[in-house]
């Protein structure tokens, strides 16, 4: 079956450092990806679309400059949290859709901790 | 915005017992999925609908979309405690983006 990798899975780092996540569709391609964050005890939340070979699109109130993201290839897409605070601690999940299909896919997660 | 309505909240069954979840929305999908996450993973995509009318199975789970596409429901058969975790509906748009339920918790005790 379809397969989305997540890395790192887990990061602490210091406040004021860039972080970088890497969302990875294993075995199709993807043009389109997206990026979430989810609270505890909540539903998921859509911060970007990520599209290959193009500027991603945000949604309101996502700060694009703070959260960047590149969609290096059909099969990469990459966020970067950049000057990283405490309040940027949160799981983020990458999912992609298969192209020329309905099923959308999510990766593992990624819990990031600022310290 | 667009969302959906998805019930109960949270449900705590006796194993073997089944479970019926369901989702509702005031906009019309073409395609309805629903996934299932456990605590510090992502979501995993159990059942992908798309057709309206359409029932669909995937071992002990059965799901229907909605006539009118504006609504779907996932049942569980006889449950086991591994079936516990936060089930999701959503409903995905031409754009290929998600619209999420809140979810539904479900709770299987031995």
């Known amino acids: 079956g379809a397969v989305v990798s997540q890395h790192p899975s887990r990061v602490i780092c210091k406040s004021g450092t860039s972080v970088k996540i890497e969302c990875r569709s294993l075995d199709f391609q993807a043009t389109t990806m997206f990026w979430y964050r989810q609270f505890p005890k909540q539903s998921l939340m859509l911060m970007a679309t990520s599209n290959e070979g193009s500027k991603a699109t945000y949604e309101q109130g996502v700060e694009k400059d703070k959260f960047l993201i590149n969609h290096a290839s059909l099969t990469l897409s990459t966020l970067t949290v950049t000057s990283a605070h405490p309040e940027d601690s949160s799981f983020y999940i990458c999912s992609a859709p298969r192209d020329n299909s309905y099923e959308q896919y999510f990766g593992p997660g990624t819990r990031l901790t600022v310290t | 915005g667009q969302q959906l309505n998805q019930s109960p909240q949270s449900m705590f069954i006796q194993e073997g017992e089944d479970v019926s979840m369901n989702c509702t929305s005031s906009?019309?999908?073409?395609?309805w999925l629903w996934y299932k996450q456990d605590p510090g993973e992502g979501p995993v995509l159990l059942i992908a609908?798309?057709?309206?009318?359409e029932l669909t199975s995937n071992g002990r789970l059965t799901a229907q979309f909605g006539i009118t596409r504006k609504d779907s429901f996932l049942n569980i058969s006889a449950s086991i405690p591994s079936d516990v975790g936060i089930y999701f509906c959503?409903?995905?748009?031409?754009?290929?983006?998600?619209?999420f339920g809140k979810g539904t918790k479900l709770t299987v005790n031995p």
């Open positions: 609908l798309y057709k309206a009318g």
């Open positions: 959503a409903g995905r748009l031409p754009s290929k983006k998600l619209v």
């Open positions: 906009s019309i999908f073409n395609t």
